[in-house]
C-alpha cells in the first residue's frame, strides 16, 4: 500500500499548530494554521498525539537561539513529539505507515502540531509498554539525563548534588542517581520538599543558606554536581563541588565553564533516545509528567516561563 501523502484523504493539506510568528515574549506566541509538511529524504510526516514543553521552546522564541537553532516563521514550539507515522519520505528505512513513534522535529519544523516532521535518525519505536505521553516526555529530560550520566564518572555511594531537582530533568536525574546507588541531594523549593523526598533523594530547601544546608546534607565530598537553575546560584555553587570536571550546567554552561566545568554533549539519536525509553521500561525512572490539552498551550507556557514546574508538562492533541 502506498504511504498517504500530504493532500490526500489520510493527510488535510493544512494542520493547527501552537507556536510564534516572530521572536519576541508570549505576545507572540499563538495557534495558527499551516500548510501539512512533506517528508523529505531521511524524514517521517508524524500525526502528533503527544508533544513534551521544555524551558528551551521559550528561549528559542525569546531569539535567544536565534543563529544557532533553525527556525522557520511561523514555527510551532516544541521540541519532542510522539505520534503515528503518516507517510515516509526516501531513505527512511526501518520505519513503517502506522507505526508509533517519538524524537525529535527536524530543523526548522515544531512539534506542538496535528503534524510534524521527524528526522529518521532522531526517531525511535515507541516499545510496548510505553504510553504516548511517557514517550513524548523522554528526548529531553530522560535523554539529557543519561548524556550527563555518560558524561560523569560516578560509582554507588558518590554524592551527586542535582540543583533544580523538581523539574524536567531534575526530577529524572535523581531518580537515576539513586537507581544506581549513589546519594542524591536534591535542591529544590519548599514546596517541593515532599517530592524530591518522593524520588529517593535527600531534598534540601533552596534561598538563603543552601549551599551550607547542602553541605551538611551531603554527609561527605561532593562527588559530582548538575545545575539545571544557572546565574547566582550556579555561581554560589561553583565551589561546591571538589573537581571541576564533574560540574555540569545544562542552563549555564558558559559559567560552569569559567571553572572548568561543562554543558554535556546531547545525543538525538534513534539508538540514544531507545535507550532512555529503556530506563522506563527497566523501572529505572519514572518522569513526572502532568498532561495538559492542546487548548492549555498557552497556560502551559505562562507556567514554564515562571521557572517552578514539578516535572514536566506533555500536550496531548488527541483531546481537543
Ligand atoms: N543543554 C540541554 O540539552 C538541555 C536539556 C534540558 C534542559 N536544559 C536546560 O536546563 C534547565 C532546566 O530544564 P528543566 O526542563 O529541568 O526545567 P524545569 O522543569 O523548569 O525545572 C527547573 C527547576 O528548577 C527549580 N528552581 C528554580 N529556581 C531554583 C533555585 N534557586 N534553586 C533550586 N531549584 C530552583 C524549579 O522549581 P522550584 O524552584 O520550585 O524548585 C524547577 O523545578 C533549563 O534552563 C533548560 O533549558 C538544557
Not at 527536524?106 to 514517550?135: F, K, N, R, T
Request: aromatic share 4%.
Amino acid at each position: 500500500m502506498d504511504a498517504p501523502v500530504p493532500g490526500s484523504p489520510l493527510v488535510p493539506e493544512t494542520m493547527r499548530a501552537y507556536g510564534f510568528t516572530r521572536y519576541g515574549g508570549p505576545e507572540v506566541q499563538g495557534y495558527f494554521t499551516a500548510p501539512v509538511p512533506s517528508p523529505g529524504p531521511g524524514q517521517l510526516l508524524v500525526k502528533v498525539h503527544t508533544c513534551g514543553l521544555n524551558p528551551a521552546d521559550i528561549k528559542v522564541r525569546s531569539g535567544r537561539r536565534a543563529g544557532v537553532f533553525d527556525v522557520v516563521f511561523p514555527m510551532a514550539m516544541g521540541r519532542e513529539v510522539a505520534g503515528t507515522v503518516v507517510a515516509l519520505g526516501t531513505d527512511a528505512a526501518g520505519f513503517t505507515v502506522g507505526q508509533a513513534v517519538f524524537g525529535s522535529p527536524s530543523a526548522g519544523i515544531g512539534g506542538l502540531a496535528e503534524y510534524a516532521l521527524l528526522d529518521a535518525d532522531a526517531a525511535a519505536p515507541v516499545p510496548s509498554g510505553l504510553s504516548l505521553e511517557q514517550a513524548a516526555g523522554v528526548p529531553v529530560a530522560v535523554g539529557t539525563t543519561l548524556d550527563v550520566f555518560d558524561h560523569l564518572i560516578l560509582s554507588p555511594g558518590d554524592v551527586f548534588v542535582v540543583i533544580g531537582a523538581g523539574g524536567g530533568v531534575g526530577s529524572v536525574t535523581c531518580q537515576l542517581a539513586v537507581a544506581r546507588g549513589l546519594r542524591a541531594v536534591g535542591v529544590a523549593s519548599a514546596a517541593k520538599h515532599d517530592l524530591v523526598t518522593g524520588l529517593g533523594a535527600v531534598a534540601v530547601t533552596s534561598g538563603e543558606g543552601w549551599v551550607e544546608r547542602v553541605r551538611a546534607a551531603a554527609g561527605g565530598p561532593v562527588t559530582a554536581l548538575l545545575d539545571m537553575v544557572g546565574g547566582e546560584v550556579l555561581h554560589e555553587a561553583l565551589d561546591l563541588c571538589g573537581d571541576e570536571t564533574q560540574l555540569v550546567s545544562i542552563a549555564d554552561p558558559v559559567q560552569a565553564g569559567t571553572v572548568g566545568g561543562s554543558g554535556v554533549a546531547r545525543r538525538r539519536t534513534s539508538e540514544a533516545y531507545a535507550a532512555a525509553a529503556r530506563l522506563l521500561l527497566d523501572g529505572a525512572v519514572s518522569p513526572l509528567i502532568r498532561v495538559e490539552p492542546f487548548s492549555r498551550a498557552a497556560e502551559a507556557y505562562t507556567e514554564i516561563e515562571r521557572g517552578h514546574v514539578a516535572g514536566k508538562i506533555i500536550v496531548t492533541l488527541d483531546e481537543d
